[in-house]
Nanobody
Framework: DVQLVESGGGLVEPGGSLRLSCAVS????????MAWFRQTPGKEREGVAR????????YYADSVKGRFTISQDNAKNTVYLQMNSLKPEDTAMYSC????????????????????WGQGTQVTVS
């Protein structure tokens, strides 16, 4: 199993920054990709960014490209999402996920293939 615990959410003004953290523990075999997703009430879950745990290769949704950065610190078993130039439309519950999707599926930022999820952390831009 893999356990994920997010932190770092909060209230920020438009144009501000936040860094989300996802502390990871458990079986590393079950995760070749880590990703951040977000969801607001009444909307479908949206993939934001993903990182390959082995190579560090990253992929971003168009809506956040150039503003968000996903990274990992293997020594701390933590994945980060640095969010800059935040907009009100970035307001959502952000969750990290771990799994073994195929490369092409991971590039679609679909939730398919991610078997482990954290409880989420709320980000409000207002």
């Amino acid at each position: 199993d893999v356990q994920l615990v997010e932190s770092g959410g909060g209230l920020v003004e438009p144009g501000g920054s936040l860094r989300l953290s996802c502390a990871v523990s458990g079986d590393t075999f079950n995760r070749n990709y880590m990703a951040w997703f977000r969801q607001t009430p009444g909307k479908e879950r949206e993939g934001v960014a993903r990182i390959a745990t082995g190579s560090g290769n990253t992929y971003y949704a168009d809506s956040v490209k150039g503003r968000f950065t996903i990274s990992q610190d293997n020594a701390k078993n933590t994945v980060y999402l640095q969010m800059n130039s935040l907009k009100p439309e970035d307001t959502a519950m952000y969750s990290c996920a771990a799994g073994r999707p195929s490369y092409w599926l991971s590039c679609s930022l679909s939730a398919q293939g991610y078997n482990y999820w954290g409880q989420g952390t709320q980000v409000t831009v207002s």
